[in-house]
């Protein structure tokens, strides 16, 4: 206990208080199931549908425990210094194909009348695309 209240004072607050923050909201990942859905998702975006449903199950999993135990490592070294985030995931990078384009609203959209409009509802992420009028 007074290795921690010492390690709290000298360090100060916010590098300890974002840390075990950090922990517990990684920890808590099998309850929030975010790497789940974002593995199967971005596994059926850049692969295939099937693909979505074996590996990125899979890929979920695996990252899901990689997040926990990161966590929990976090809460239990949150006093201690290197403040830094201990797991880093990994992010795609856009294919070489996609360039983000403008959004989908009425204010561009001469078409409105029909009830529908071209444009991306996400334009930052692939597999948005809503594009009638460009073909």
């Known amino acids: 206990m007074a290795g921690t209240v010492a390690a709290l004072m000298t360090a100060g ?5 974002q ?3 950090r922990g517990i909201r ?3 990942e099998f309850a929030r ?3 789940m859905r974002r593995s199967i998702e971005q596994t059926m975006i850049f692969d295939s ?4 449903m074996a590996t990125g199950v899979i890929r979920g999993f695996n990252r899901s425990v990689a997040r926990t135990v990161a966590g929990a490592y976090e809460i239990a070294t949150f006093p201690l210094p290197s403040y830094d985030p201990v797991y880093k995931p990994v992010v795609p990078g856009y294919p070489d194909a996609y360039r983000p384009g403008r959004g989908a ?4 959209d001469s078409d409105a009348n029909l009830g529908f409009g071209g444009g991306e509802v ?3 992420v692939p597999g948005s695309r809503f594009r009638i009028f460009d073909y």
């Open 49 to 52: 549908p099937q693909a979505g």
């Open 33 to 35: 199931m975010g790497e």
């Open 26 to 28: 990684n920890s808590v």
């Open 122 to 124: 996400f334009p930052l």
């Open 13 to 17: 607050c916010a590098g300890p208080e």
């Open 19 to 21: 840390k075990l923050g």
């Open 105 to 108: 609203t009425t204010l561009f």
